[in-house]
Each structure stands twice: as structure tokens, then as C-alpha cells.
């Protein structure tokens, strides 16, 4: 979390710099980026930036946590609409609109696709980490939305089924775009693959017979 004297600046200023870390881990990968280009191309002193953050990592967990924020209030406006729809559908619209939500800002799926492709498990753990009380109470929140609906079995251990949807976005997104690696993807490729996935969720890997 940025210090008290980064909140001090002008909101102009605050702008150009987060702008600036934004560009940066979007162009580079968490090992390759570079705080002196974060400060030559905000146009402050190296010192300065230690005055506003502790270090890299400060700097790039502060905008995962905007990134987080700016999500969470994406799907919110989709959980509107997706009120009075059951769990399965609901679920299906949340994902959809995740990678909408993705397409629409491509310096934050940028940044995503670096965190998901970094040899750094430490690194990984981190970021999970650092939201991980938020994405614990928002699953657990579904998760029982499921069950009072009758779509999820009632006897379902609610913390391990929590922690496997928040680490399913990672692994689903990743392998989206690996697949199109081009970007050559429609709409209805995206909704295919999304359908799929809703589909193991709902009936499993077990074969009935």
C-alpha cells in the first residue's frame, strides 16, 4: 500500500504516475520491470519514489489492488442483471463478464497474463494472497446462494470449494488465450469454452454408467 505521501499529491499527479506503473507492468513481467523507468517516464526523482512506496513489490500489489477494485465493480453491475437468474447461470454470466472485462482493458490483461506465466511461485502466492480474504468471502457467498437454491449439494465443504474458484479464473483464463495466443477469437468461441466449463462444474468428470 502506497504511504501517506503518495495520497498527499495533487490527483494530477497521482494520475501520471499510477499511469506510468500501469504501462510498466503491462510492457514488462514482474522480474523485468524497472522502477527507474517508472520515475524517468513520471518525470520524478528516484528518491521520491521511495517517499510514495516501500519498493517494487509495494508498487505492483497496489495496482493489482486497483486492478481487484476495478473488477469487482465491473461484475457488480453484471450481478444486477444476473439477479433473478439460477446459480449455473449466474456463474456463467460472472465468467463472461470477467473476460469481457479483460478484453476491454488490455493493459490489465496484460499484466494478468505476465502474473500467470511467471516462474514465480512466490510471486503468485503473494497476489493471491494479498485478495485473498475478499475472493474467500465473495465465493463463500455464492457458494451458499448455491446451495439454498438447491444447485449445489448442501454437504459440500463450502472453504475448499471457495479456494478452488478462486484459483479456476486464473488457470481457465490462461488457457483461453494460450489456445488463441493470436487474439484470433470470436464471441462464440468465448462462449463455447465458458459453457464447457459450466458444464463440468455442474455434472462433473464421473461417467454415469
Avoid: W
Avoid at 520524478?44 to 486492478?67: N, P, R, V, W
Avoid at 470477467?98 to 488490455?106: K, L, W
Amino acid at each position: 500500500m502506497p504511504k501517506e505521501t503518495f495520497f498527499n499529491l495533487q490527483e494530477e499527479k497521482q494520475k501520471r504516475i499510477l499511469g506510468c506503473i500501469f504501462d510498466e507492468f503491462s510492457e514488462h513481467p514482474y522480474e523485468e520491470a524497472s522502477i527507474s523507468r517508472v520515475v524517468k517516464n513520471a518525470g520524478i526523482a528516484k528518491g521520491s519514489f521511495y517517499q510514495y512506496f516501500e519498493d517494487k513489490m509495494d508498487m505492483y500489489l497496489y495496482i493489482i489492488q486497483l486492478i481487484a477494485d476495478m473488477k469487482l465493480k465491473y461484475l457488480e453491475k453484471i450481478e444486477v442483471k444476473l439477479e433473478n437468474v439460477d446459480f449455473f447461470e449466474y456463474f456463467r454470466g460472472l465468467y463472461y463478464g470477467g473476460f469481457r472485462f479483460a478484453n476491454s482493458h488490455p493493459k490489465i490483461s496484460k499484466i494478468g497474463m505476465f502474473l500467470m506465466r511467471s516462474n514465480s511461485d512466490e510471486l503468485k502466492r503473494t497476489v493471491v494472497e494479498t485478495n485473498y480474504q475478499l475472493a474467500i468471502e465473495f465465493y463463500t457467498k455464492l457458494i451458499e446462494r448455491g446451495i439454498s437454491e438447491g444447485a449445489i449439494r448442501s454437504d459440500i465443504n463450502k472453504e475448499l470449494l471457495a479456494n478452488l474458484f478462486i484459483h479456476m479464473p486464473t488457470n481457465v483464463v490462461d488457457f483461453f488465450f494460450k489456445k488463441y495466443e493470436s487474439g484470433s477469437y470470436n464471441d462464440k468461441e468465448l462462449k463455447e469454452m465458458i459453457e464447457e466449463m459450466i458444464d463440468i462444474l455442474k455434472y462433473g468428470i464421473g461417467n454415469p454408467s
